[in-house]
């Protein structure tokens, strides 16, 4: 389903003209499988972010080539990512990164309306999902009106209401407590066996990449041993 | 996305900040407004002028004073030919006395404005007669409407010197059949003696239109031009004794195109359509400068436009960060905003459309009524002026001045949303 070869990526920090040339990506390669769940784990600062916005097409790798679906991503325009992302990746963030304006509800559709489903059919697949989810009950509340738990699963109805094949993680837990993490992560469990769905989970918490399928630890901007670290 | 859905889109951002985009939209109206009450005005004395200039004169004569090239005459033959033209209804040669004029009738005397013509074509032309018939013979001759009015005994012109409230009612009976007598007197350096024609008034004109007109003239067969100049001006030879032609039109439509063909066989002339284009030029001038500034309201206002889009896009930085991390396109992100810059816009204008036609119905109900009590001269009822008007042109230039600049002042912060940057945005605190 993915492939990264020998993905490369140095920031230029301070000031201009004495810029320091920080690299945080080294020749980073990996091969995600479909419908499997994969963990990238590492310590605070060790490029796991930036090795998932590249690969979202956030920002442009310095170098390296990225396969997705069969498709060379690394190559296209901002516009092309974007419709690319629409239709085949849906995003879990830390800060669940919802529409403050727009209620539960609401915020799932979103990516349904961009990409120009009708309102009837948004209704229906919207309604399926937020049973899914569990949160029936404060569909039509508003995300301030949430728990982090309920943001977090509005956010995860929202990554799959397109029903793009894979879902990209960043730290899908980092803001709750440790129950709450526990129930998020079955419903991810649960939702990658009954859909098939790709997930691609972004860590610094073992406990949280041991629920992957695959297991890889980045260090320094490079993967330890140069691969897969543990499979389940 | 669907269009009804970027609109629920930008309606949903809209209420969210409903003061801010009242003020802004308030700042549009203001300009739109401003700019369409301005160039009313334009619009307005345009058209007063215009009808002042069309009620006035007579809009189907072209006027012929001399030729190009200055010194030959208009002969009876070019006269001929003028009324061959198509479209033309009637060619009169008109002159006046070149002396003082006095006329008289009894123990009555009077001034009137003495013209030689010829009555046949003067009657194709445009004249009626409100009493009378048409003169068969040379000495027979029509007076104007008021004329009679004019014609004073001496007590009635010494009482009418004394006191301006006492207005003479001069001969109060008919004057057909009556006899009148004009002297001449040669406006010569030396002393000379006066001479007196009689003539038979058989026909009085129609009141003139307008009720403020006085119609005083006494129209005499042009038979007797060449013996009046024999007696004013002896010096001067009787073929060249001047006169100005008039060529009536048979509709004002037609008075554009005589006009023309007149001007290119050689002559002088002018007709009102030659005034009303030079009135034209001037008022299109003036309309266009009232534009330009009233452009400059909209330019201010547009700032207020811009300002508002700004700030709304920075507010919306991590909205926008989200909307394109799950795959909005930068293009719709723009669309989006474009489309709320150019509501403001379209909103302001709506507004500014419908105040700018209360503002000019109270203009040219209040502005007339105040200037009338203030230059308070009798006669001036009878005058309509319009000092706005809002023509659906105006509406339109209006709209597509304000609208556009709207538009305009949406497009940079439009693609500053364009250009956010989804890792920073993602990144700032909710
Ligand atoms: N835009 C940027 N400019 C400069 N340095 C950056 C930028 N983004 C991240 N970094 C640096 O790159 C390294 C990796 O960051 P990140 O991928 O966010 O790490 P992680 O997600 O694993 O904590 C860090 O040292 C961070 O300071
Ligand atoms: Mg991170």
């Known amino acids: ?232 | 996305m669907s269009f009804r859905d970027q609109i629920d889109f930008i309606r949903q951002h809209m209420k969210k900040n409903k003061l801010r985009v009242f003020m802004t939209v308030l700042a549009a109206t203001m300009g739109c407004a401003f700019l369409i009450v301005l160039a009313s005005v334009g619009f307005g004395l345009h058209k007063t002028m215009t009808d002042e200039m069309m009620s006035n004169q007579l809009l189907t004569e072209v006027r012929i004073f001399g030729r190009e090239d200055g010194d030959s005459q208009i002969t009876t033959a070019d006269q001929q030919k003028m009324s061959e033209l198509e479209n033309v209804k009637a060619v009169v040669s008109r002159s006046y006395v070149d002396g003082v004029t006095s006329i008289s009738m009894n123990d009555r005397t009077g001034q009137g404005d003495v013209q030689l013509t010829n009555l046949k074509e003067e009657e194709k032309a445009n004249l009626a007669l409100s009493e009378g018939e048409m003169p068969t013979k040379p000495n027979e001759i029509v007076i104007g409407y008021h004329f009679a009015q004019k014609l004073l005994t001496e007590a009635e012109t010494e009482l009418a010197s004394q006191s301006e409230d006492e207005i003479p009612t001069g001969y109060t009976e008919s004057m057909i059949g009556k006899t009148i007598s004009l002297e001449l007197t040669p406006l010569t350096e030396e002393k000379s003696d006066p001479k007196v024609w009689d003539f038979v008034v058989t026909g009085v004109a129609k009141e003139p239109a307008k009720d403020w007109m006085m119609d005083l003239r006494v129209l005499i067969d042009e038979s007797y031009r060449t013996e009046f100049q024999e007696f004013t001006q002896p010096e001067v030879p009787a073929e060249e004794s001047y006169f100005e032609v008039y060529v009536y039109a048979d509709d004002i439509q037609h008075v554009g195109a005589i006009t023309d063909t007149l001007k290119n066989d050689g002559y002088n002339v002018y007709s009102i359509t030659e005034e009303m284009e030079t009135m034209d030029l001037f008022f299109t001038a003036l309309k266009a400068g009232l534009l330009f500034v009233g452009t400059i309201a909209v330019l201010i206002s547009s700032i207020g436009i811009f300002n508002t889009m700004t700030i709304s896009v920075t507010e919306r930085t991590r909205e926008i960060g989200v909307m394109k991390a799950i795959g909005a396109n930068p293009k719709l992100i723009q669309r989006l905003f474009l489309i709320e810059s150019t509501w403001i816009g379209v909103l302001g204008t709506i507004i500014a459309v419908t105040l700018s036609y209360g503002i000019s119905y109270l203009a040219n109900w209040i502005i007339p009524e105040i200037v009338m009590n203030i230059v308070a001269e009798e006669g001036m009822e009878d005058i309509s002026v319009t000092i706005s008007l809002i023509p659906w042109q105006l509406v339109a230039i209006a709209s597509f001045i304000s609208i556009g600049v709207a538009m305009i002042s949406g497009w940079r912060p439009a693609r500053k949303a364009t250009k956010i940057d989804v890792i920073q945005a993602l990144r700032q605190e909710l």
Do not use: W
């Open chain 1, 1 to 232: 389903m993915i492939q990264i070869r020998d993905l490369c990526h140095t920031f230029s920090i301070g000031k201009r003209g004495k810029e320091k040339r920080v690299p945080v990506l080294k020749n980073v390669s990996l091969e995600i499988e479909k419908g499997q769940i994969v963990s990238i784990v590492g310590k605070s600062g060790s490029g796991k972010s930036t090795l998932l916005h590249v690969l979202a097409g956030f920002m442009k790798p310095e170098s390296g080539s990225i396969q997705v679906a069969n498709q060379e991503t690394a190559l296209l325009s901002e516009s092309e990512h974007a419709a690319f992302r629409l239709n085949h990746f849906g995003f879990i963030f830390q800060n669940f990164q919802l529409m403050p304006g727009l209620t539960a509800f609401e915020n799932i559709e979103l990516p349904l309306k961009l990409k120009g489903v009708p309102k009837k059919e948004r209704q229906i697949n919207v309604e399926a999902l937020v049973k899914k989810v569990g949160i029936t009950q404060v569909a039509d509340h508003y995300p301030n009106e949430l728990s982090g738990g309920q943001q977090q699963r509005v956010s995860i109805a929202r990554a799959l209401v397109t029903n793009s094949p894979i879902i990209l993680a960043d730290e899908p837990t980092g803001s709750l407590d440790s129950e709450t993490e526990q129930e998020i992560l079955l419903l991810i469990q649960s939702l990658n066996e009954s859909l098939g769905l790709t997930f691609v989970i972004i860590t610094h918490d073992d406990e949280v990449a041991n629920i992957a399928h695959r297991k890889y630890r980045l260090h320094d901007g490079a993967l330890v041993n140069g691969g897969v670290l543990h499979v389940v």
